[in-house]
């Protein structure tokens, strides 16, 4: 295998398959940037139908998107753990992208 040199401040040299070891997060953070759209739509149903405070409305989500990332096992190859990543990440990201984008302060 050809060896690929990093940077110039480490003196460390790879084989070229060991830069990429985290193939999981890869898979995770993708997975949930499909999520993300599933559950954006969920979290502005509830908001829609249930009168929640606003503080609690990350919290509601998170649990969407746990809820939606275990349930997408006929979707993907991916574990339940790593489902469950992916639906937390796509929850919290969700609700962070919509208050972002239409709360004018």
Known sequence: MKCVPLPAF????YKR???????????VLAF?????VFV????????KTINLPGNIIPLVGV????GVGAAAAPFT???????LWS????GLSATGLFELAFNKR
């Open 17 to 27: 398959g060991d830069l990429m070891q985290n193939e999981n997060l890869t898979e």
């Open 63 to 66: 649990l969407i998107g746990l």
């Open 87 to 90: 639906g937390g990440l796509a």
């Open 32 to 36: 949930a940037s499909v999520l993300a």
């Open 77 to 83: 190859d991916l574990g339940l753990i790593l489902r």
């Open 40 to 47: 954006l739509a969920l979290v502005q149903l509830v908001k």
């Open 10 to 13: 480490q003196n460390k040299t």
